[in-house]
């Protein structure tokens, strides 16, 4: 293993690449990550890079984004099947439809979406930056795609009315209450954390919700030293690594996402070789998926 590391580090430079991993990411593969982060930290970070090539460890939807906000760079996907079910949960289509039954609401996009629905939405946002992006808008009702869940967690902060899509996280509507609940017994003084993807009975029984790096945050500050974990196992190597000495436990032993986990060391080098797959989203769609980006980093 340490060989392919040096040959990453070697095609890095050889590429002047930078690779964002997310906190999902295989441990080896945060391990060697310019930027570990949540969704909006990606982003940003793909903003304003100076590095010619990206490698996008993480799913198509990023890798989209990264290509979105950083048109003159090179944004390689190491697995070009590492798609997102719920960023799939909705086309551009079924949106023009929802927009047309609605013709006064806001369309928010959650991060997780294709490059199609970005265009067509008014405004992105994130899990760590949802409440504040809808509550920046002028409308009364939103539209709000595609997760379901995380709209509902919105619907909580606001007046406004949230007009949900159907769409889900398979992989956080696996966590019941019931597994909260055991939890909590066999855990009596931890903190639950978790994600604004899980159910809502889960997210109104947790202690806290956030994204994935306002998860991080939350167990670096807290005098609590255990922790029950309501989002993919993947960021238990961050938790972990960051906060020695206290415990974490994983909500359910269900938390994982087959496609974060397609990225390995071998398919990173790869990529890095051959210089693809690349992911290039279409000029026409671009100018208008950019708006909707732009305005969610400007309102974050
Ligand atoms: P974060 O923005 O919280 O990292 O979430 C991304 C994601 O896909 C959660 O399932």
């Known amino acids: 293993m340490q060989e392919l590391v040096k040959e990453i580090e070697e095609l890095k430079k050889e590429r002047q690449a930078v690779i964002l991993a997310h906190n999902y990411q295989q441990d080896v593969v945060q391990d060697i990550a310019d930027l570990v982060g949540d969704s909006l930290e990606l982003s940003r970070y793909a903003a304003k890079t100076e590095a010619k090539v990206i490698v996008l460890a993480g799913v198509r939807f990023m890798a989209e984004s990264a290509s979105i906000l950083a048109p003159d760079k090179t944004v390689l996907l190491p697995d070009i099947f590492a798609g997102c079910p719920l960023a799939e949960s909705i086309d551009v289509q079924e949106l023009k439809r929802e927009k047309e039954k609605y013709p006064d609401a806001a369309v928010v996009c959650y991060v997780n979406s294709s490059a199609e ?31 379901r869940n995380l709209a509902s967690y919105v619907a909580r902060f606001t007046d406004k009315e949230i007009i949900p899509w159907p769409g889900l996280c398979v992989t956080h509507y696996r966590v019941t209450l019931e597994e909260l609940e055991e939890a909590r017994a066999a855990h009596p003084q931890a903190k639950i954390l ?13 202690d806290f919700v956030g994204s994935t790096s306002a998860i991080l945050k939350y167990a670096r500050e807290s005098d609590a030293q255990e922790f029950i974990i309501g989002t993919e196992m993947g960021i238990l190597h961050r938790l972990e690594q960051e906060n020695p000495g206290k415990k974490f436990y994983l909500l359910s032993p269900g938390l994982i996402c087959p496609n974060m986990k397609l990225t390995t060391l071998s398919k990173i080098a790869q990529c890095l070789k051959e210089m693809r797959p690349v992911i290039k989203v279409p000029e026409d769609i671009r100018v208008r998926a950019y708006q909707a980006l732009e305005r969610m980093l400007e309102v974050a």
Request: include cysteine.
């Open 117 to 147: 629905v970005k265009a067509e939405s008014d405004i992105c946002c994130t899990s760590s930056n949802a409440v504040k992006v809808v509550q920046s808008l002028p409308h009364r009702r939103i539209l709000f795609v595609p997760d």
């Open 194 to 206: 978790v994600h604004p993807e899980c159910r809502p009975e889960v997210t109104e029984a947790a």
